[in-house]
């Protein structure tokens, strides 16, 4: 089949959604909506180039991914890999690329307001730990200099993740012991902990072991 290829429009159903699936003589070809029905003069007894059909197609492919993405918006908010990979779901990267662009054209889609939103509110509220505001920030999809902008001026509760650590995975080795100090703050340094903070919730352990 060549792109210049002629085939002909021999039927036209409107479906339970509304939309309108096209049929050659001998195989339903693709849905359209009414908007690019009407716009591209499609009725029974159109005759198209295989070319003509896929650029359509193509146009009627990002409408429906257009609906799709403000129908998530509406529950949620989104970054933009995470949308993204919704809509990978059921189209291909054009279609999803497309539909991001006018979306942020809109201005519906806004990594850094939705970053920002979620400092300000999951991560605030649950004082969470550099680090771990990090990870999720990350689990998102929001990128690393969005990240490193935001987490620039952010102190979370570091101390405490390291208390909860020693506390859950620690609790085997005596604090008071030298080598075994070592050997636990050797592996919360390797976590990515600061050695600083390790020596205070460590100390702190300590005091309420002593009290």
Request: charged letters at 35%; one cysteine or more.
């Amino acid at each position: 089949m060549t792109d210049k290829e002629l085939i002909e429009i021999t039927d036209i159903k409107k479906t339970k959604k509304g939309k309108f699936a096209l049929f050659s003589v001998d195989r339903f070809l693709f849905s359209v909506d009414e908007t690019v029905l009407v716009s591209n003069h499609i009725e029974m007894g159109s005759v198209l180039t295989v070319f003509e059909l896929e650029r359509i197609r193509r146009e009627s492919d990002i409408d429906k991914a257009k609906e799709k993405a403000f129908s998530l918006l509406g529950f949620k908010q989104y970054s933009t890999k995470q949308l993204r990979d919704k809509l990978l779901e059921k189209y291909d990267e054009y279609t999803a690329d497309c539909v991001i662009r006018r979306i942020e054209e809109l201005g519906y889609l806004n990594d850094r307001q939705y970053a920002e939103a979620l400092v300000n509110g999951v991560i605030t509220a649950k004082n969470m730990s550099p680090k771990a505001a990090r990870n999720y920030l990350y689990s998102k999809g929001i990128s690393k200099e969005i990240t490193d902008e935001l987490m620039e001026n952010y102190s979370g509760n570091e101390i405490e993740d390291i208390r909860e650590l020693l506390e859950r995975k620690y609790r085997r080795y005596d604090l008071s012991d030298p080598d075994q100090r070592k050997k636990v703050t050797a592996s919360l340094f390797r976590k990515g902990f600061r050695l600083s903070d390790i020596a205070e919730a460590i100390g702190s352990m300590e005091v309420d072991d002593y009290e």
